[in-house]
DNA sequence: ATAAGGGCACCGC
DNA sequence: CGCGGTGCCCTTA
C-alpha cells in the first residue's frame, strides 16, 4: 500500500507530505530529496519530491530551499540556484563554491516514522 | 488518456 | 576519482 499519492484539496497527497516534511526541517539545517522521499515513504519518488517542492505555492511556510541533494551539492531551485545559496548563507550555512560545507553535521535525517 | 519533463540518486566504465 | 547513462515517481501540457 503506501501510495505515494493521496487525493487532497489543492495538493496532492504526496506534495502535502513533502511539504509536511521539508516544514520540519530545523533552521540552520538542511535534507536531501533522498531522506525527504525515504521519510515519507517513498524512497525512489526522489524526483517527485522536486516536483512536489516546485508547486509549492508558499515558500515562506515551507523552506523548500533547505533540501539539497545528497551528494551535497545545492542542487537546483524553483527560483534559482543562487538565490537558493543565498538564502541557506543567511540561514548560517556555509557554502563552498556550490556545495555545503560541514553537510554531513547540518544534514537533517528524517526519523523512520511508520 | 498519452507523452514529456523535472528542484535527483545510483551504478558502471 | 570523475563523468555518463539509466531508473523511479509524480506533475503538467
Redesign the pocket.
Known amino acids: 500500500m503506501s501510495?505515494?499519492?493521496i487525493k487532497s484539496k489543492n495538493l496532492?497527497g504526496?506534495?502535502s507530505k513533502v511539504l509536511a516534511a521539508v516544514k520540519r526541517i530545523p533552521k540552520g539545517k538542511v535534507t536531501?530529496?533522498?531522506f525527504l522521499a525515504r521519510g515519507i515513504g517513498?524512497p525512489?519518488?526522489?524526483?517527485?519530491v522536486?516536483?512536489?517542492?516546485?508547486?509549492?505555492s508558499t515558500p515562506i511556510k515551507i523552506p523548500?530551499?533547505r533540501?539539497v541533494?545528497?551528494?551535497g551539492l545545492i542542487?537546483?531551485?524553483?527560483l534559482g540556484k543562487r538565490k537558493k545559496v543565498l538564502i541557506l548563507q543567511k540561514e548560517g550555512i556555509r557554502i563552498v563554491g556550490n556545495k555545503i560545507e560541514n553537510f554531513s553535521k547540518i544534514l537533517y535525517q528524517f526519523k523512520n516514522k511508520n
Do not use: E, I
Open positions: 501510495r505515494c499519492q496532492s504526496f506534495a536531501t530529496y533522498k517513498c525512489k519518488a526522489v524526483r517527485a522536486g516536483s512536489a517542492l516546485k508547486k509549492n523548500c530551499h533540501v541533494q545528497s551528494n542542487g537546483n531551485y524553483f
